[in-house]
């Protein structure tokens, strides 16, 4: 196969691209998007090929997020452009009380295609506010779907999947990803929501992982190779609906897992993928579930600071190296 | 209005007697801005509401045994019994619910805005919000944010004095919060809305430039809440005498009958008659939710997901 490569960003536009000019309903609206086609150049040539179709707004997160959900519920297929994830937080009324819940306690008589993009991570030397991991809160709130992709094939496959959705959907896209390059098929290329895929096969460990984490996995995964130790990376993709079918064929391969993600490890997404499979999977453990995450603090700006708080790869080998009883 | 008022009745009785579960905020005394501003839309246009929405609801053309339904937390009513009071829509309508969170409906009804700028159809949009919606943050947003696009918006805010127990003499930093509007360089208008004429006429005004494509107004409609916050309010914020001196003089159903009167329109006996008619079909609105069946519990686990 003729390798095809681009950028997450690079990904990101062609999908987007390919959607509206399938769907004329499908808009973009948030901060500082036309003049720059997106602050991290993720909608490059869209301003040009639908104008009118990508809206720059006002700095009002909370305005931005519902008059998505008011377009949504009219007719049309909004994708929220939220800046930075962080901002969530201006918006979370429309965002847990309103987008989560009005399909249901509506008694199901409308439907919310809208996609609230979220730039999420650190590693940008950006700082407490501009830097977190989120996911978990809105795995938290029923009525949304969470979708984390990696790589940029999956970026493509998942943002038009997510299009495509009549329901909410969180899109956590980290921002130092945005410039990795990777295979990305050229045709209609959909990954279903709660697909997860085995990308390195390995029979001692499990690492199950998301976005930012996968690569770090990766790496750690090159790392335990060189110690004999054949790890598995299953990168999740979605984190609701979770594809426990796909963690139950790899742990029950390697009766070990290890969980990697970048959100701070308390209550983060590890906790409750660590429950599922204690209460499903419990009998083919070999070791306690291992968890690799951020430190519980705010992100600290100051580089030794900041890479101290983040997981490593290093952290990653030593959970493995424990479960592993190395 | 008379229907608002005998729903708004009933309901208030019903939840006395136990068969409506937990709140209700009644808007008896404000009929002439819900039905003022509702009997100058067209069924194809947008409108959210509040807490205390049951008398948007009605004026839009809801259907009253859905609604009672949707009270008694019933199978048949318009949320399946998943909303309740607070928490109703009808999207055949264009209502596009009511919502349990203060000025929750103003980004919503923004985005309403948008998408029928977007797809170019002359429909309206217009949100109910009160005056203790009027200072949050949202409100600002919106309309600002429908100010700068033009969007065809009507921002229309129940000034009925009260937010929750909290006086609006009190919380807002304005007496006429239709002079906000001029922050957002759009035109605010503040009416009597006991006199439902002087409603019709302020919300014709607003419908016609939004549907010309000239942008959002703010209407104020000045009321007085009748009832409390919710039915069991203990109301230690106010008096009787006060009450009753908006009940007696200035209630927007006895105002507009007496003009109908005069004009020789109505009399005593159509007055009555009217009264009568609405009376019979919520008595049968009542009784199809009266033998309406609960939702199986097992239902609370549907309608989450479009697809799981």
Known sequence: ?326 | MVTVRQFETMAGEMFAGGKIPGFIHLSIGQEGSSVGVCSVLRPDDYLTTTHRGHGHMIAKGADLNKMVAELFGKKTGYCKGKGGSMHIADFSIGFLGANGVVAGGLPIITGAGLSIKMRKTDQVAICFFGDGASNRGPVHEAMNMASIWKLPVIFCVENNQFASTTRTSYACSVEDIATRAAGYNMPGVSVDANDILAVRKAATKAVARARKGEGPTLLENKTYRIRGHFEGDPQKYRNDDEIASWKDKLDPINRFAKVLTQKKVLNEKKIQQIWDEVAAKLQAAVAFAEESPFPEPEEALDDLFVNP
């Open chain 1, 1 to 326: 196969m003729q390798e095809r490569i681009m950028t997450s960003s690079g990904a990101l536009a062609e999908a987007l691209h390919e959607e509206m000019s399938r769907d004329e309903s499908i808009f973009i609206i948030g901060e500082d998007l036309v003049s720059h086609a997106g602050i991290f150049g993720q909608f490059v040539g869209i301003p040009e090929k639908f104008p009118g179709r990508i809206i720059d707004t006002p700095i009002s997160e909370t305005c931005i997020v519902g008059s998505g959900l008011g377009a949504a519920m009219t007719g049309m297929r909004p994708i929220v452009d939220l800046h930075f994830s962080d901002f969530v937080t201006c918006a979370m009324d429309e965002i847990a009380n309103q987008a989560a819940k009005i399909r249901y306690m509506f008694g199901a008589q409308v439907s919310l295609p809208m996609v609230i993009w979220c730039p999420d991570g650190a590693g940008l030397r950006a700082a407490a506010q501009h830097s977190q991991s989120l996911e978990s809160w809105f795995v938290h709130t029923p009525g949304l779907k969470v979708v984390v992709p990696s790589e940029p094939a999956d970026v493509k496959g998942l943002i038009k999947a997510s299009i495509r959705e009549d329901n909410p959907i969180m899109f956590f896209q980290h921002k130092k990803l945005f410039a990795k390059e990777g295979h990305v098929p050229e045709e209609d290329y959909i990954i279903p929501l709660g697909q997860a895929a085995i990308k390195r096969d390995g029979k001692d460990v499990s690492l199950l992982t998301y976005g930012s984490g996968y690569y770090l996995s990766a790496e750690a995964a090159d790392e335990l190779k060189k110690m004999d130790i054949d790890a598995e990376i299953v990168d999740l993709r979605t984190l609701k609906p979770v594809d426990m079918d796909t963690v139950g064929t790899s742990i029950k391969k390697t009766h070990r897992a290890v969980i990697v993600h970048e959100a701070c490890l308390t209550g983060g997404f590890g906790a409750e993928l660590t429950a599922l499979i204690q209460s499903e999977l419990f009998d083919y453990l070999d070791a306690p579930v291992t968890r690799v995450g951020a430190k519980d603090v705010p992100i600290p700006f100051s580089p030794p600071l900041e890479d101290f708080v983040l997981p490593s790869v290093s952290d990653v080998v030593n959970a493995v190296k424990a479960v592993t009883y190395r």
